[in-house]
């Protein structure tokens, strides 16, 4: 059985021209003080790396396989994949801040020995709270091990979601 989660990236081309309009507005204000050439670049470079920077899309589970396939996508489209089997990853799902206007929300931080795979976070790369709570419940399912922290009070209790 598979179970795929798709993030609702609202308007990526929204992204790319406020990136743009941004780093043209910088370049006038700031590039006069500092020279323009090297404000220029600075600027270039920043706007190359947003572009670039690949951001979660979709996590796929396979119950049968117990695997988590990620695929990230970037601004430009280009996409990657990645498979990881269930018992080489843990993840913790808790309160954090996500800002200082959102206050503590639920947060999905899913790691391997290595490396952190993905942090779903709500409201940012277009992941919802309800999406975040099923894929928290999906990992349990496929036997993903859970850390918690003793004695911390900001863990989220993870609850069958009625599909």
């Given at each position: ?11 990526p ?26 404000f ?8 190359i ?98 850390i ?16």
């Amino acid at each position: 059985m598979t179970k795929t989660y798709i993030a609702e990236i609202k308007k990526p081309l929204f992204y790319l021209i406020g990136a743009v309009t941004l780093s043209l507005i910088l370049t006038v204000i700031v590039g006069g003080l500092i020279g323009l050439g090297v404000f220029l670049v600075l600027n270039l470079l920043s706007l190359i790396y947003q572009l670039r920077t690949f951001r979660p899309k979709k996590l796929v589970f396979e119950f049968n396989n117990k695997s988590i396939t990620l695929t990230n996508t970037n601004l430009l489209g280009s996409e990657s994949q990645d498979l990881y089997k269930a018992s080489d990853l843990y993840f913790t799902y808790r309160k954090r801040t996500v800002s200082r206007f959102q206050g503590y929300r639920d947060v999905c931080i899913i790691d391997n020995k290595i490396k952190t795979i993905v942090v779903l976070t709500p409201d940012q790369n277009g992941w919802t709270d309800e999406e975040i709570r099923k894929i928290a419940s999906d990992l349990i399912k496929i036997g993903t091990k859970r850390i918690t922290e003793k004695y911390s009070d900001i863990e989220v209790t993870i609850v069958e979601p009625s599909d």
